[in-house]
Protein backbone atom coordinates (compact mmCIF):
# COMPACT_ATOMS: atom_id res chain seq x y z
CA UNK A 1 0.00 0.00 0.00
CA UNK A 2 1.06 3.36 -1.13
CA UNK A 3 1.47 5.82 1.68
CA UNK A 4 2.24 9.65 2.17
CA UNK A 5 5.55 10.58 3.30
CA UNK A 6 5.60 13.30 6.12
CA UNK A 7 8.75 15.23 6.86
CA UNK A 8 8.06 13.10 10.22
CA UNK A 9 8.54 10.17 8.79
CA UNK A 10 11.78 11.59 6.92
CA UNK A 11 13.04 12.87 10.20
CA UNK A 12 12.30 9.58 12.16
CA UNK A 13 14.39 7.66 9.49
CA UNK A 14 17.40 9.64 9.40
CA UNK A 15 18.29 8.77 13.03
CA UNK A 16 18.58 11.78 14.42
CA UNK A 17 16.18 11.04 17.05
CA UNK A 18 17.72 8.14 18.26
CA UNK A 19 15.79 5.84 19.97
CA UNK A 20 14.28 8.31 22.59
CA UNK A 21 10.99 8.67 23.35
CA UNK A 22 8.58 11.90 22.93
CA UNK A 23 8.19 13.80 26.69
CA UNK A 24 4.45 14.11 28.27
CA UNK A 25 3.86 16.82 25.59
CA UNK A 26 5.43 15.37 22.37
CA UNK A 27 8.49 16.98 22.21
CA UNK A 28 11.96 14.82 21.64
CA UNK A 29 14.38 16.56 23.33
CA UNK A 30 18.14 16.78 21.43
CA UNK A 31 21.12 18.53 21.60
CA UNK A 32 20.46 21.09 19.12
CA UNK A 33 22.85 21.29 15.93
CA UNK A 34 22.18 24.44 14.61
CA UNK A 35 24.00 26.09 17.79
CA UNK A 36 25.68 22.82 18.18
CA UNK A 37 24.76 22.40 21.78
CA UNK A 38 26.32 20.53 24.36
CA UNK A 39 23.17 19.79 26.43
CA UNK A 40 20.10 18.92 25.18
CA UNK A 41 17.49 22.11 25.10
CA UNK A 42 16.49 21.74 21.51
CA UNK A 43 13.50 19.84 20.50
CA UNK A 44 10.95 18.35 17.58
CA UNK A 45 7.29 18.22 18.55
CA UNK A 46 5.31 16.11 15.85
CA UNK A 47 1.70 17.42 15.38
CA UNK A 48 -0.82 16.66 12.77
CA UNK A 49 1.68 16.12 10.38
CA UNK A 50 3.07 19.29 10.63
CA UNK A 51 6.69 19.72 12.61
CA UNK A 52 8.04 22.11 15.03
CA UNK A 53 11.22 22.56 16.04
CA UNK A 54 12.46 25.12 19.03
CA UNK A 55 15.93 25.57 20.48
CA UNK A 56 16.03 27.18 24.24
CA UNK A 57 19.72 27.74 23.21
CA UNK A 58 19.90 29.55 20.54
CA UNK A 59 15.92 30.27 20.28
CA UNK A 60 15.78 29.03 16.72
CA UNK A 61 12.39 28.16 15.47
CA UNK A 62 11.04 26.68 12.73
CA UNK A 63 8.22 24.83 11.21
CA UNK A 64 7.05 22.56 8.72
CA UNK A 65 3.38 21.55 8.12
CA UNK A 66 2.35 18.99 5.67
CA UNK A 67 1.00 21.68 3.30
CA UNK A 68 4.21 23.08 2.39
CA UNK A 69 5.32 23.16 -1.14
CA UNK A 70 9.34 24.11 -0.06
CA UNK A 71 11.22 23.89 3.38
CA UNK A 72 10.93 27.01 5.01
CA UNK A 73 14.39 28.98 5.53
CA UNK A 74 14.27 28.05 9.62
CA UNK A 75 13.60 24.56 8.66
CA UNK A 76 16.25 24.04 5.85
CA UNK A 77 18.61 25.33 8.39
CA UNK A 78 17.30 23.01 10.90
CA UNK A 79 17.79 19.73 8.23
CA UNK A 80 20.87 21.18 6.97
CA UNK A 81 22.72 21.30 10.60
CA UNK A 82 21.27 17.67 11.34
CA UNK A 83 22.14 16.16 8.55
CA UNK A 84 19.30 15.25 6.69
CA UNK A 85 19.67 13.83 3.49
CA UNK A 86 18.45 17.21 1.49
CA UNK A 87 17.82 16.21 -2.40
CA UNK A 88 16.13 12.59 -0.62
CA UNK A 89 13.82 14.34 1.44
CA UNK A 90 12.63 17.02 -1.03
CA UNK A 91 11.74 14.18 -3.38
CA UNK A 92 10.32 12.27 -1.03
CA UNK A 93 8.25 15.14 -0.23
CA UNK A 94 7.74 17.41 -2.68
CA UNK A 95 7.62 15.33 -6.47
CA UNK A 96 4.37 15.76 -6.51
CA UNK A 97 4.39 19.47 -6.37
CA UNK A 98 7.16 19.29 -9.83
CA UNK A 99 10.23 20.32 -8.10
CA UNK A 100 13.49 19.78 -8.89
CA UNK A 101 15.04 17.65 -6.14
CA UNK A 102 18.61 17.95 -7.10
CA UNK A 103 18.74 22.01 -7.28
CA UNK A 104 19.08 24.09 -3.73
CA UNK A 105 16.64 27.62 -4.56
CA UNK A 106 18.25 30.53 -4.30
CA UNK A 107 16.41 30.76 -0.69
CA UNK A 108 17.96 27.48 0.32
CA UNK A 109 21.64 28.79 -0.60
CA UNK A 110 20.82 31.90 1.24
CA UNK A 111 19.51 30.08 4.43
CA UNK A 112 22.43 27.93 4.46
CA UNK A 113 25.40 30.58 3.64
CA UNK A 114 23.57 32.81 6.83
CA UNK A 115 24.78 29.59 9.14
CA UNK A 116 28.28 29.36 7.55
CA UNK A 117 31.97 31.55 8.91
CA UNK A 118 33.06 33.89 6.33
CA UNK A 119 35.56 32.79 4.26
CA UNK A 120 39.77 34.29 5.21
CA UNK A 121 40.89 37.00 2.71
CA UNK A 122 44.28 38.55 2.41
CA UNK A 123 44.92 41.71 3.61
CA UNK A 124 46.27 44.29 0.89
CA UNK A 125 49.81 44.59 1.09
CA UNK A 126 49.42 48.69 1.51
CA UNK A 127 49.07 47.76 5.10
CA UNK A 128 51.17 47.84 7.86
CA UNK A 129 51.46 47.69 11.98
CA UNK A 130 50.78 51.17 13.49
CA UNK A 131 54.65 51.01 15.01
CA UNK A 132 55.90 54.34 17.41
CA UNK A 133 59.21 54.07 15.77
CA UNK A 134 57.78 55.32 12.06
CA UNK A 135 57.36 59.14 12.08
CA UNK A 136 54.54 58.66 9.51
CA UNK A 137 52.54 56.58 12.08
CA UNK A 138 52.22 59.54 14.67
CA UNK A 139 49.06 61.14 13.99
CA UNK A 140 47.49 57.87 13.56
CA UNK A 141 48.81 56.86 17.10
CA UNK A 142 47.69 59.87 18.51
CA UNK A 143 44.47 59.40 16.93
CA UNK A 144 43.90 55.24 18.55
CA UNK A 145 45.65 56.68 22.17
CA UNK A 146 43.02 59.18 22.14
CA UNK A 147 40.27 56.93 21.95
CA UNK A 148 42.12 55.03 24.81
CA UNK A 149 42.36 51.98 22.60
CA UNK A 150 45.49 49.43 22.89
CA UNK A 151 46.49 49.48 19.11
CA UNK A 152 49.05 46.54 19.40
CA UNK A 153 46.74 44.20 20.96
CA UNK A 154 44.17 44.61 18.31
CA UNK A 155 46.67 44.79 15.79
CA UNK A 156 45.74 48.32 13.94
CA UNK A 157 47.15 49.27 11.13
CA UNK A 158 47.67 51.92 8.23
CA UNK A 159 47.97 51.99 4.64
CA UNK A 160 51.61 53.56 3.45
CA UNK A 161 49.82 54.99 0.23
CA UNK A 162 50.04 58.90 0.47
CA UNK A 163 46.36 58.83 -1.48
CA UNK A 164 43.97 55.93 -2.18
CA UNK A 165 40.74 54.95 0.08
CA UNK A 166 42.67 53.65 2.91
CA UNK A 167 45.08 56.69 3.16
CA UNK A 168 44.02 58.30 6.45
CA UNK A 169 42.52 55.37 8.11
CA UNK A 170 42.97 53.31 11.28
CA UNK A 171 42.85 50.05 9.52
CA UNK A 172 40.89 47.66 11.85
CA UNK A 173 41.64 43.82 11.12
CA UNK A 174 39.16 41.09 12.12
CA UNK A 175 40.03 37.00 12.58
CA UNK A 176 37.87 34.09 12.72
CA UNK A 177 38.70 31.81 15.93
CA UNK A 178 42.15 29.93 13.68
CA UNK A 179 43.00 33.51 12.96
CA UNK A 180 42.84 33.96 9.71
CA UNK A 181 41.90 37.75 8.30
CA UNK A 182 38.09 37.53 7.05
CA UNK A 183 37.08 41.53 6.98
CA UNK A 184 38.51 44.51 8.18
CA UNK A 185 37.24 48.48 8.03
CA UNK A 186 38.99 51.79 8.21
CA UNK A 187 38.13 54.24 10.31
CA UNK A 188 39.30 58.23 9.22
CA UNK A 189 41.54 60.03 12.23
CA UNK A 190 42.01 62.81 9.36
CA UNK A 191 38.55 64.22 9.68
CA UNK A 192 37.41 62.13 5.85
CA UNK A 193 32.95 63.08 5.57
CA UNK A 194 33.27 58.99 4.87
CA UNK A 195 34.15 57.88 8.67
CA UNK A 196 34.34 54.24 7.82
CA UNK A 197 35.23 52.13 5.03
CA UNK A 198 34.74 48.96 3.99
CA UNK A 199 36.49 47.08 1.20
CA UNK A 200 34.54 46.98 -1.60
CA UNK A 201 34.16 43.16 -2.67
CA UNK A 202 34.54 41.02 0.59
CA UNK A 203 30.85 40.35 1.97
CA UNK A 204 30.09 41.39 5.50
CA UNK A 205 28.04 38.33 6.38
CA UNK A 206 28.57 36.63 9.72
CA UNK A 207 31.83 38.77 10.30
CA UNK A 208 32.46 39.07 14.61
CA UNK A 209 35.00 40.86 15.87
CA UNK A 210 36.92 39.81 18.88
CA UNK A 211 36.92 35.98 19.32
CA UNK A 212 39.86 35.83 21.47
CA UNK A 213 38.12 38.18 23.61
CA UNK A 214 35.12 35.81 23.29
CA UNK A 215 37.40 32.48 24.17
CA UNK A 216 39.60 34.23 27.13
CA UNK A 217 39.24 32.71 30.10
CA UNK A 218 39.49 35.07 32.48
CA UNK A 219 36.26 36.43 32.64
CA UNK A 220 33.04 34.16 32.89
CA UNK A 221 31.06 37.58 30.77
CA UNK A 222 31.27 39.19 27.46
CA UNK A 223 30.26 42.28 26.41
CA UNK A 224 28.43 42.92 22.93
CA UNK A 225 29.06 45.87 21.36
CA UNK A 226 27.95 47.35 18.24
CA UNK A 227 31.06 49.35 17.23
CA UNK A 228 34.69 48.05 17.16
CA UNK A 229 36.02 51.00 19.52
CA UNK A 230 33.39 49.98 21.81
CA UNK A 231 34.69 46.81 21.87
CA UNK A 232 38.19 47.63 21.69
CA UNK A 233 37.90 49.77 24.63
CA UNK A 234 36.36 47.10 26.73
CA UNK A 235 37.88 43.88 25.69
CA UNK A 236 34.20 42.78 24.05
CA UNK A 237 33.47 42.08 20.88
CA UNK A 238 31.35 43.30 17.77
CA UNK A 239 28.61 42.23 15.60
CA UNK A 240 30.03 44.16 12.36
CA UNK A 241 26.74 45.00 10.68
CA UNK A 242 24.60 46.05 13.50
CA UNK A 243 22.26 42.94 12.93
CA UNK A 244 22.67 39.65 14.16
CA UNK A 245 22.51 36.98 11.80
CA UNK A 246 21.87 33.02 12.49
CA UNK A 247 25.49 33.07 12.64
CA UNK A 248 26.17 34.87 15.18
CA UNK A 249 23.42 33.57 17.66
CA UNK A 250 25.00 30.41 16.80
CA UNK A 251 28.76 31.33 18.06
CA UNK A 252 27.31 33.21 20.57
CA UNK A 253 25.15 30.59 22.47
CA UNK A 254 28.22 28.03 21.80
CA UNK A 255 30.27 30.26 24.55
CA UNK A 256 29.43 30.09 28.34
CA UNK A 257 30.02 33.45 29.22
CA UNK A 258 27.14 35.75 29.91
CA UNK A 259 26.25 37.99 27.38
CA UNK A 260 25.86 41.25 27.98
CA UNK A 261 24.81 43.81 25.11
CA UNK A 262 24.38 48.14 26.02
CA UNK A 263 21.90 48.51 23.20
CA UNK A 264 22.52 51.74 20.79
CA UNK A 265 20.12 54.57 21.43
CA UNK A 266 18.06 54.61 18.74
CA UNK A 267 15.50 52.56 17.14
CA UNK A 268 17.51 50.06 15.57
CA UNK A 269 19.13 49.48 18.55
CA UNK A 270 15.96 48.92 20.20
CA UNK A 271 15.03 46.06 17.64
CA UNK A 272 18.09 44.39 18.19
CA UNK A 273 17.82 44.67 22.27
CA UNK A 274 14.32 42.77 21.58
CA UNK A 275 16.16 40.35 19.69
CA UNK A 276 18.80 39.99 22.06
CA UNK A 277 16.72 39.10 24.86
CA UNK A 278 14.56 36.40 23.15
CA UNK A 279 18.37 34.65 22.70
CA UNK A 280 18.49 34.89 26.32
CA UNK A 281 20.69 37.72 26.43
CA UNK A 282 21.43 40.74 29.23
CA UNK A 283 20.57 43.92 28.21
CA UNK A 284 22.49 46.54 30.46
CA UNK A 285 21.82 50.25 30.81
CA UNK A 286 24.85 51.62 32.35
CA UNK A 287 24.68 54.69 34.30
CA UNK A 288 27.04 56.86 31.47
CA UNK A 289 25.65 60.29 31.23
CA UNK A 290 25.69 62.09 27.98
CA UNK A 291 28.31 59.86 26.78
CA UNK A 292 26.72 58.00 23.78
CA UNK A 293 28.27 54.95 23.40
CA UNK A 294 30.53 52.49 25.38
CA UNK A 295 33.71 53.83 23.90
CA UNK A 296 32.55 57.47 24.84
CA UNK A 297 31.98 56.63 28.22
CA UNK A 298 35.17 54.79 28.37
CA UNK A 299 36.95 57.79 27.14
CA UNK A 300 35.08 60.60 30.12
CA UNK A 301 34.77 58.24 33.26
CA UNK A 302 37.67 55.55 32.76
CA UNK A 303 37.17 52.01 31.36
CA UNK A 304 36.80 50.35 35.64
CA UNK A 305 33.69 52.67 35.99
CA UNK A 306 32.62 52.29 32.45
CA UNK A 307 32.55 48.54 32.90
CA UNK A 308 31.37 48.36 36.55
CA UNK A 309 28.17 50.26 35.17
CA UNK A 310 27.64 47.74 32.68
CA UNK A 311 28.31 44.61 35.00
CA UNK A 312 26.30 46.23 37.71
CA UNK A 313 23.11 47.70 35.12
CA UNK A 314 21.91 44.62 33.53
CA UNK A 315 18.39 42.51 33.42
CA UNK A 316 17.42 39.63 31.70
CA UNK A 317 13.57 41.00 32.24
CA UNK A 318 11.51 41.36 29.44
CA UNK A 319 9.08 43.55 31.42
CA UNK A 320 11.99 45.66 32.88
CA UNK A 321 14.05 45.92 29.80
CA UNK A 322 11.36 47.08 27.72
CA UNK A 323 10.46 49.39 30.03
CA UNK A 324 13.56 50.93 30.09
CA UNK A 325 14.77 50.67 26.39
CA UNK A 326 11.72 52.95 25.76
CA UNK A 327 13.39 55.54 27.26
CA UNK A 328 17.03 54.49 26.63
CA UNK A 329 17.10 54.62 23.25
CA UNK A 330 14.42 58.11 22.80
CA UNK A 331 17.39 60.13 24.55
ZN1 LIG B 1 20.29 25.88 19.29
Known amino acids: ?48 NAVMYHCFNCGH ?6 SSQKFSKGMYQVLTAFGVDIPTARKTLFASFGQHPEEETDEERESRLALQPPTPIELPEEFEFLNKSNPDHAQAIMYVESRLVDYGKYGLMVSNKRSGMWHGRIIIPMYDRSNRVIFYQ ?3 YVGSKDRWESPKKVPKLNVIFGYHNLDDTDRDYIIVCEGLFDAMSVDGIAIVGSEFSPFHHRVLAQSHKKKIIVPQRDHRGYAMALEALDCGYHLSFPDIGQAK ?38 S
Open 293 to 330: DINDAVIQYGRLYTEQQILSKTTASKYEAQLKLGIWCS
Open 61 to 66: TAGHTA
Open 1 to 48: MFETETLETVIKQSGILGTRSPSASGWYTVKCKVCNDYKPRGGFLFEN
Open 186 to 188: GRS
